[in-house]
């Protein structure tokens, strides 16, 4: 049964997510969600945080005092990664920066991440997968026709900085995840990068390919990096009061760093997926997301962000090039691109994956902290 629009009284999220639900105020379950993660993630720069991160800073350089580098972070030229290499040097950390060229990066995203690494004197570590193997894999996932066509990007990154951590004997991988900017992400929108199971499923029902330089790993293999070599990842912007627009005016400021327009646009694929074919194929609008968590953290108003919904996602004739560009990268024609767009739409759950075994160990780990808590507090 299809449901009556509404949306939420005080972000801008809406019934284009199928699961939201409103309280008697209007407000909606990820307003509330919200509240609750910033609660117990994020801790502001001058009540805390600012303390926890000298502590963390201490533990880093201690424990990498003899090694090449001391921490690993992610570039992918966006505000995130960028302000993320910009404060650990400033801490005065020693990272190796690793990077995913998945075929896809923007000119601008290129000598974004050229000039920071430049100017901020940081090694780099570029993993290029082979295009006709990751073309493969990305055909896979738009075939199977469900949000999460970015996942091959997003676990290969994942897996890059793991398996660098592995090989420098790192602890800590430092990550410009964080709840101000991204707290609000409906499942149904896009499903997690680190389900194995799911993603291995898609590629044997949509491929045939031979996996040799897209990288990757297993359920086990993610427990060996957390568990066994007891890897970190360190979300820093949660402790310094995060502010994606004050972010922006520093790293223009000193680092002659480019805007390119939207959150994650530093990629064409992920650009044109996220403006184009989630809206027109599955009415899914990102920037609902995007600007809701902004609204959430207090950086943007509800009105604001509507006003900014007026605007196309991008520029037209820009998304007019960049289908042009994608259908001819991808190797396909012009109808077999139209019979992707038209295929019937599907979810992650319609595959199958390990979403029951994430969210049993979510909320055991989740029991064991608090219980370990009190524990203590006796
Ligand atoms: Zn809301």
């Known amino acids: 049964m299809k449901r009556e629009y509404r949306i939420c009284s005080r972000c801008i999220m809406d019934t284009t997510d199928p699961d939201i639900e409103f309280d008697e105020n209007g407000v909606c379950n990820h307003c509330r969600n919200y509240e609750q993660v910033a609660q117990e993630t994020s801790v502001p720069y001058y009540e805390g945080g600012s303390k926890i991160i000298q502590d963390l800073v201490e533990k880093i350089k201690s424990e990498g005092k003899d090694k090449r580098y001391d921490c690993i972070i992610g570039v992918s030229g966006g505000v995130d990664s960028t302000f993320v290499a910009l404060k650990v040097k400033e801490l005065g950390l020693r990272p190796l920066a690793v990077h995913l060229d998945n075929g896809w990066n923007s000119e601008l995203a290129v000598n974004n991440i050229e000039k920071t690494l430049r100017t901020l004197n940081i090694d780099l570590y570029t993993h290029v997968i ?65 389900d194995w199971r799911f993603i291995k499923n898609i590629l044997k029902r949509f491929s045939n390919i031979k996996i040799n330089t897209w990288p990757y790993f297993s359920l086990l293999d993610y427990f060996y990096y957390v568990y066994i070599k007891k890897i970190k990842s360190v979300r820093i912007l949660e402790y310094l009061s995060y502010d994606k627009n004050e972010a922006i005016k520093i790293l223009e400021k000193k680092l002659c760093w480019k805007y390119y327009g939207g959150k994650h646009y530093e990629s064409v694929y992920t650009r044109f997926f ?99 808590i009190k524990l203590r507090s006796h």
């Open 274 to 372: 996220q403006g184009y074919i989630l809206p027109q194929k599955f009415n899914i609008d990102k920037r609902k997301c995007h600007l809701s968590s902004l609204i959430c953290a207090g950086q943007m108003t509800r009105e604001e962000a509507l006003i900014k919904m007026k605007d196309d996602t991008y520029p037209f004739d820009l998304q007019q090039a960049d289908r042009e560009y994608v259908i001819k990268k991808l190797g396909i024609s012009e109808s077999e691109f139209e019979s992707i767009m038209n295929l019937p739409i599907k979810t992650f759950a319609d595959y199958p994956n390990n979403y029951a075994f994430f969210m049993l160990s979510f909320s055991l780990l989740k029991f064991i902290r608090k219980y370990g």
């Open 130 to 194: 082979d295009w006709e193997e990751f073309k493969n894999i990305q055909l896979a996932f738009l075939r199977a026709s469900t949000t999460e066509a970015e996942l091959p990007t997003d676990h290969a990154i994942l897996a890059i900085l793991y398996q660098a951590a592995i090989r420098q004997d790192i602890k800590y991988i430092i990550v410009g995840g964080n709840h101000s900017s991204e707290g609000i992400l409906p499942i149904s929108w896009a499903y997690g990068s680190k």
